[in-house]
């Protein structure tokens, strides 16, 4: 485990709605670390801002900004920023190197086959107006995440943790779009396994819903 | 530079159609190591098999397999197998820290906005039967790529490569579905930055294309 390091004032970029962002966010706060939010207006496009884009080219949340004597130290990628915090935290990067490479491992799998396909799919079905919803879309995107949702389950069948022993950073990269009341065609008491371990998640000393976490969520849009 | 090790006999399992193994055989062959491909009948449904799904519980290929005097060493995910081989020979994996991070920050996007859309796009344009081809989704994810096609231009508009002064897994990992001759809607003339770049890669020393690395094309399907 590497010595903690010290970190100067950190601002995260994110809204509440972005399960990306809230990875971020739950890593911050389980680690007791001192942030400070700023509230992105993603759905009124401010991350298409040339401001924004300036911070991250990529036009995306979340972006965590740390200022330090030599400047402001941006990292974007909710992945590197999960894995730069494990590292000088020395917390939740799994307890030896085979975690860590299963870490890794997940992390991606989550940025590929998972958290991407929900994010898209909440969206589609929740953050568009209704006549502009595009049914063959959501049903694709379901049907894809019906697979993805087996194969976690059945990865903590006989298992607590993603990779390892202990709770990880693959962990908390998985498991945040699964909190959001938003429907997006998931349901605990079909995966069981994965019910359980969101269970466990929220059981971490410092855990917080995304809403109670990150300014911004769909009751501040009421009516707009 | 770490000290480079010694390779127990490689076998990687593939197919020709897949970008995400591309990745991984290009790196094998740009390091100048000795592999082996093994074919995975994807199509046919290969990687749904239980010995398949032993090897890989994700379903998905590539999967490269050392045989070592302890067993069998298994690594799945590209970004994974492209990390560790990266490490183990030394090269490709950025010129210092900073390069480091930015490479895991573009192989995060790959997976989640880039490679992981291309490989949708294009297996629904080419590899359905044209009666089954989902319009809506096609023209959904394609409007994503746009963007995504943007962002990588505008990246490597005063850049020669993705990340650092010299080429790196990300680059590895963000080619190539883009070397592919099947259509997906990615038209080297709209995006100047990444064609001369494209140019650049298949120029280092070794570079093969990925139906003359890997077994398996939609030639051999032909009238199937």
């Known amino acids: 485990m590497p010595d903690t390091q010290t970190f100067g004032p950190l601002t995260l970029h994110c809204f509440g709605e972005s399960g990306h962002s809230y ?11 001192d942030w400070q939010p700023r509230f992105v207006d993603f759905f009124g496009g401010a991350a298409r801002s040339p401001e924004f884009r300036a911070l991250n080219p990529m036009g995306e949340c ?14 974007t990628q909710s992945g590197v920023i ?32 998972f958290s991407a396909q929900i994010g898209t799919c909440r969206f589609l079905m929740n953050f568009l107006p209704p006549e502009k919803r595009p049914g ?21 069948a006989a298992r607590d943790w993603v990779a390892g022993d202990g709770p990880t950073i693959a962990d908390l990269s998985l498991c945040s779009y699964l909190y959001y009341p938003e429907p997006f065609g998931f349901d605990r008491a079909d995966w069981p396994h994965i019910a359980r371990w969101l269970d466990r998640i929220a059981a971490l000393p410092g855990w917080a819903h995304p809403y109670d976490l990150m300014p911004g969520n769909p009751s501040d849009r009421a009516g707009v």
């Open 62 to 75: 979340p972006v965590l900004v740390e200022a330090t004597p030599e400047g402001d130290r941006v990292l």
């Open 23 to 33: 990875k971020v966010a739950l890593m911050l706060r389980l680690c007791g670390l």
């Open 136 to 156: 063959e879309v959501i049903g694709f995107v379901q049907a894809r995440l019906k697979a993805a949702y087996a194969t976690l389950n059945d990865h903590l």
């Open 82 to 113: 999960l894995f730069d915090l494990s590292r000088r935290t020395g917390r939740f990067g799994g307890d030896n190197t085979a975690a860590e490479a299963e870490v890794l491992r997940w992390m991606l799998w989550d940025n590929h086959k």
